[in-house]
């Protein structure tokens, strides 16, 4: 997972604006409605985007883990990328969700955060950042 | 019980130590009080009144003599010598130092225990009736799902930073032991006309200032799906359930503002992932993997069923020994075992409460008495259940008068089980930074004016429920009889509620209780709980007929009246609830 430092980040050009694109360039997925959930499948044009800001509001707010999941599993393979409330103990929960890089708070420790993302080597559920995050698996014995 | 494999052990151990290293960054100033908040509740650590509270996991409630016994030792060392048995199957410390709180962990990975997960806005440790795998009204052993569950809630990435938290219940059996439609998934197993295995699954129950009683969303769902399900149900609520309010957070708010359209959202999700392919279902090979650990050890075989003493019980204990095994006594799945209830409830020590002396004479007999599940005869299992008591669920017959004189002996052989003191109560004002009121002095009053056993026989079984706000740790909204602190003025006032239900045969359909009417002092409570047993007593039909079915026959009517008539301080100006 690549980490970026906030002086470091150059929003997306926002050349190719839509309903599902912020001014900021992070996409902003529109999921408000229940029953709409033709919501949920992304078009064409979304999925063609070599990459994707995806924003943490605020702490605690973890929406976007949904999304960067769906992302993948409707296919989407270019950079999906953590934007907002970025902090290095939740980067971890963002790589297995299918994010590849992070633009961390400006008070941020990148170090720190390299650290974290390699605190555990194997975990419960299906391996990492693979498209099939949330195949049902559970671990063999080891 | 589930035995730790190489990876459990080592998965505790790195979570340890990363909670750890969290901690030294937030005494070093890096990670301020307010980050560090959601990463230290993960772990299980509140701040509270006085201290930090600490709730260790005890997956769906299954602990061995050995955890028991580095939980005394904790206990001992870094809090006040006593834990707290909980509703939740956990148990939980009062007086740890945060300082203290990661060699604590460190100290719990070392026999498998943790505290992931038990607090914050996450999928919370699964509970389960207590009795699982013995119980004889058994569909199904709920143990290995719990087990599965666990393991796919562990540190589930898309699912740790939930609107709010999030509590999962499963049951097995015919009899709902688990009170799974007061939980946000309530999982029953149930077989269907072609006698295959599912679960009917309940979505959106809840306690709280908004109690619901959780519907039905899918009536049967093939074990294979049953992850898939959970997991469309947890992503719909992960993307939809409310982040602005709160207390419109839970799924219940969810599932009862969006009715269908939510039944709809998760049907259609759930179909999107059983779309994927085979990939998705669990198979027969991960169910007998996960089964394995469950299967009764060779000593439960062969055991005769006529009963053959190891100890007789003198003349003066016979009466005793009979309350108690007519009241703490469950049948057993297995001929010649009985599952065993130690009571925790008894006037001088909080409903719940454990001395660490309590905790390793529990240790003692589960070793004794309940150790057929290790296949060395070390390591005693027992069961920690929602109405705060442990149970030994591996009892020979033959041995209940030697364990009755052991628990005698402890402290542990209250012979109360169902009945009036047997009263399930939160910590309340005096520990719990929440609380508008404090739960444990009603608890001790009704304790000590409830002790004598064949006036509680003669009452009979009845819920009665205390929780200090109403956030219903207490679960004062199923207690046949509730009682909710609140706060007027600064000053400490309870509630009572009448006909709640935990959805037992007993209780009748979930649901929560009917205020009384309006608040009552503190010293009137103990009163009016007199009140409304003496009105119970007065004009129950028979003896046979139970509290809860008197008030269903006779109305709440005249138990208002009698509860209105205790009224002293509060007869004149009542205040408004």
Redesign the interface.
């Known amino acids: 997972m690549k980490l970026i430092a906030t002086n470091a980040h150059q929003s997306r050009a926002s050349g190719q604006k839509d309903s599902k694109t912020a001014e900021n360039g992070a996409v902003e997925l529109d999921l408000s409605a229940l029953n709409e959930r033709a919501a949920l499948a992304f078009d064409a044009q979304l999925l063609a985007q070599a990459m994707i800001e995806l924003p943490f509001v605020k702490a605690g707010d973890g929406r976007a883990y949904s999304h960067a999941a769906l992302l993948r599993r409707a296919g989407y393979s270019g950079d999906i990328r953590a934007v907002g409330d970025v902090t290095v103990d939740y980067l971890l929960l963002m790589k297995r969700c299918g994010f590849t890089s992070a633009v961390l708070r400006a008070d941020q420790n990148a170090a720190v955060g390299e650290q974290l993302l390699a605190h555990y080597e194997r975990f419960y559920q299906a391996s990492t950042g693979a498209l099939d995050l949330h195949a049902p698996r559970v671990l063999e014995p080891a | 019980m589930y035995h730790y ?4 052990s ?2 505790v151990k ?1 979570r340890a ?2 909670y750890r ?2 901690l030294e ?1 937030h005494l070093r100033g ?2 301020s009080g ?2 560090f908040r ?2 230290r509740l993960q772990n299980g650590w509140y701040i509270q009144r006085h201290a930090p509270m600490l709730r260790v996991a005890i997956p769906y409630g299954v602990v061995s003599s050995a955890q028991l016994r580095t939980l005394a030792d904790i206990a001992d060392r870094y809090d006040r010598g006593y834990a707290h048995a909980t509703t939740r199957q956990n148990f939980q410390y009062n007086w740890i130092d945060l300082e203290d709180s990661a060699d604590v962990m460190d100290a719990l990975a070392a026999v498998g225990l943790h505290g992931i997960q038990t607090s914050g ?1 996450c999928i919370r440790n699964v509970t389960t009736d207590a009795y699982a795998g013995v119980a004889p009204d058994e569909i199904a052993d709920p143990r290995p799902w719990c087990e ?1 569950i666990r ?2 809630s ?9 609107p709010r938290k999030f509590k999962i219940a499963v049951s097995g059996a015919e009899e709902d032991r688990a009170a799974i439609g007061w939980h946000d998934i309530g999982l029953q197993l149930r077989k269907n006309e072609s006698g295959d295995l599912g679960f009917e699954v309940r979505v959106g129950g809840g306690m709280g200032r908004t109690p619901i009683a959780a519907p039905v969303l899918n009536a049967f769902v093939p074990w294979q799906d049953i ?2 399900y959970l ?1 469309a149900t947890l ?2 609520y ?3 359930g409310r ?1 602005d309010n709160l207390y419109k957070a839970r799924i219940k708010i969810l599932v009862k503002a ?1 009715g269908a ?2 039944t ?2 998760v049907e ?1 999700e759930f179909a999107t ?1 059983q779309a ?1 392919g085979p ?4 198979t027969e090979a ?1 169910l007998s ?2 089964s394995a650990h469950f299967e009764d050890k060779p000593g439960v075989a062969g055991v005769p069923s006529h009963f053959v003493a190891t100890q007789s019980i003198a003349n003066e204990d016979a009466k005793a020994y009979s309350s108690w095994t007519k009241r703490n006594l469950r049948a057993h799945r297995v001929a010649g075992f009985k599952a065993v209830a130690l009571s925790l409830k008894r006037a001088g020590q909080a409903p719940g409460d454990m001395t660490s002396a309590q905790l390793r004479a529990a240790a003692d007999l589960a070793e004794r008495f309940s150790a057929v599940q290790s296949p060395t005869g070390q390591g005693g299992e027992l069961r920690v259940t929602h109405e705060q008591n442990l149970v030994l669920p591996w009892v020979r017959e033959a041995d209940l008068p030697a364990l009755y004189l052991a628990a005698k002996a402890a402290g542990l052989a209250a012979a109360n089980l169902g009945l009036l003191s047997d009263l399930i109560a939160c910590p309340g004002g005096d520990f719990c930074a929440l609380a508008n009121a404090r739960s444990l002095p009603i608890a001790e009053q009704l304790l000590q004016r409830y002790e004598d056993i064949d006036e509680l026989q003669d009452i009979g079984d009845i819920d009665l429920h205390i929780s200090g706000c109403i956030n219903s740790c207490g679960h004062h909204h199923s207690g046949h009889i509730g009682v909710l602190g609140v706060d007027k003025d600064g000053q400490e006032w309870y509630q009572i509620t009448l006909g709640g239900s935990d959805g037992s045969t007993l209780s009748g359909d979930t649901q929560p209780g009917k205020v009384v009417g309006p608040s009552f002092a503190a010293d009137e409570v103990p009163d009016v709980v007199e009140a409304l047993i003496n009105t119970y007593l007065a004009q129950r039909d028979t003896s046979a007929e139970r509290f809860v079915d008197a008030l269903k026959r006779l109305g709440h009517e005249p138990f208002k009246a009698a509860a209105n008539a205790a009224r002293r301080s509060t007869a004149r100006q009542p205040v408004a609830a």
Request: glycine share 0%.
């Open positions: 494999n190489a990876f459990d080592e998965f790195l130590a990363q290293d969290q960054r890096e990670l307010e980050e959601p990463l806005n599965i393991q796919w562990t540190l589930h990435p898309e699912f740790a930073t939930l992850l898939t997991e992503r719909t992960n993307l939809f982040r969006e359209a939510f709809q959202a259609a992932l994927r990939a998705h279902r669990l991960v993997r996960f």
